[in-house]
T-cell receptor
Framework: AQSVTQLDSQVPVFEEAPVELRCNYSSSVSVYLFWYVQYPNQGLQLLLKYLSGSTLVKGINGFEAEFNKSQTSFHLRKPSVHISDTAEYFC???????????FGTGTRLQVFP | DSGVTQTPKHLITATGQRVTLRCSPRSGDLSVYWYQQSLDQGLQFLIQYYNGEERAKGNILERFSAQQFPDLHSELNLSSLELGDSALYFC?????????????FGPGTRLTVL
């Protein structure tokens, strides 16, 4: 069975500092990887996705993620965060041959001034 | 705005009752997904419909059912409600079934069972 682990439930960081949100997955078959963001009282919005090709993926709002097959990781990074990045971030995996997303438990990013 | 609409936004009801949540996918999207977000279970896939047919089932209780109508909107029916059914229910849609097709999420329906 597939699973996604987000190691940090909360990440506090000061504005303009870099941040990394960690995500590890478990799967015996090929996967497609996603990061979604959920702002307060809103639905989920896709930040970026890895389907194939280059392991470094760039997304919206200055975020990027790197797929590491050997470490089964897909960590999300941003070199300089803003107050407006405060939100819940979800890592998700979709296995080949299925359409459903399996989500991690989420990481709450809190950016302080 | 993702283009996916869900109604109602909030729903408060009592244990034992039945409710219907409605979802309208983005124009042209054939596939609809339902997810449940709760504090103890996180975000979980419930069920998927594609062009009116059930395509995949996840952790959906027998008390829950869904359908997709010819105009592609979908309804999630929750019956014999329990306190533990209180959650945020999301609908998502995608154009086709290929993995590159992003799932667009609606704003959710917050269900509170008292």
């Amino acid at each position: 069975a597939q699973s996604v682990t987000q190691l940090d439930s909360q990440v506090p960081v000061f504005e303009e500092a870099p941040v990394e949100l960690r995500c590890n997955y478990s799967s015996s078959v090929s996967v497609y990887l996603f990061w979604y963001v959920q702002y307060p009282n809103q639905g989920l919005q896709l930040l970026l996705k890895y389907l194939s090709g280059s392991t470094l993926v760039k997304g919206i709002n200055g975020f990027e993620a790197e797929f590491n097959k050997s470490q089964t990781s897909f960590h999300l990074r941003k070199p300089s965060v803003h107050i407006s990045d405060t939100a819940e971030y979800f890592c998700a995996v979709r296995t080949q041959g299925t359409d459903k997303l399996i989500f991690g438990t989420g990481t709450r990013l809190q950016v302080f001034p | 705005d993702s283009g996916v609409t869900q109604t109602p936004k909030h729903l408060i009801t009592a244990t034992g009752q039945r409710v219907t949540l409605r979802c309208s996918p983005r124009s042209g999207d054939l596939s609809v997904y339902w997810y449940q977000q709760s504090l103890d279970q996180g975000l979980q896939f419930l069920i998927q419909y594609y062009n009116g047919e059930e395509r995949a089932k996840g952790n959906i209780l027998e008390r829950f059912s869904a359908q997709q109508f010819p105009d592609l909107h979908s309804e999630l029916n929750l019956s014999s409600l329990e306190l533990g059914d209180s959650a945020l229910y999301f609908c998502a849609s995608s154009a086709l079934l290929a993995p590159s097709h992003e799932q667009f999420f609606g704003p959710g329906t917050r269900l509170t069972v008292l």
